[in-house]
């Protein structure tokens, strides 16, 4: 039995990396380095990559029909991403600014760079979409660390209103060649 399921598992692995050139792998690389610019310290993008494709390798994450499977892997990094994020957000808004352990890790100056590139993004953002209150408040929402049903709760959105704003943000951002950008 276990024979079995190891065969399964490895033309599994097959069929994923034969998806994938050594072009589609340095464009991964890429990638994962972006979405791993500013991560917390000790995740890096490799750690963003592997976990990408393990998690398309236990099925918890399928690619859709007619998706590359680098639009698809980069989508995955940036959920994972978005996972660290929002743990760590919540991890310090539960333990407050100190940390769990009394002492804080962030770095008290942030790089300059990386402040003068987030004002630049957020006002992209605010440009993009000032005359779209509901993608406003999303923004406001992600900014915070809410999750979608926070989000819908605190700005009053059905789930559709919602799903529907997302959708059209990703559309303007994609338009605008702002979905790529990160700081």
Sequence with gaps: MQQKQADQT???????????????????????????????????????????????LDGSRKPPPGLSMVAFLAGVMRSIKAEHWRRLRRDARTFGPS????????????DPERSLAATEALAALDRLFAD?????????????GLSAEEIR???????????STRKRMRRALLRDGLAWRQS
Excluded: F
């Design 10 to 56: 490895g033309d599994l692995i097959a069929r994923v990396l034969e998806k994938v050139s050594k072009t589609d792998l340095l464009r991964l690389k890429a990638i994962a380095r972006l979405h791993a610019r500013g991560l917390p310290a000790g995740i890096g993008w490799t750690d963003l990559l592997h976990e990408a494709i393990v998690r398309v």
């Design 99 to 110: 940390g769990a352990h009394g002492n804080d890790e962030r770095d008290p100056a942030p």
């Design 132 to 144: 779209d209150p509901q993608a406003l408040q999303v923004i406001e929402g992600l900014g915070q």
């Design 153 to 163: 709760k605190t700005y009053a959105m059905s789930e559709t209103d919602y799903d």
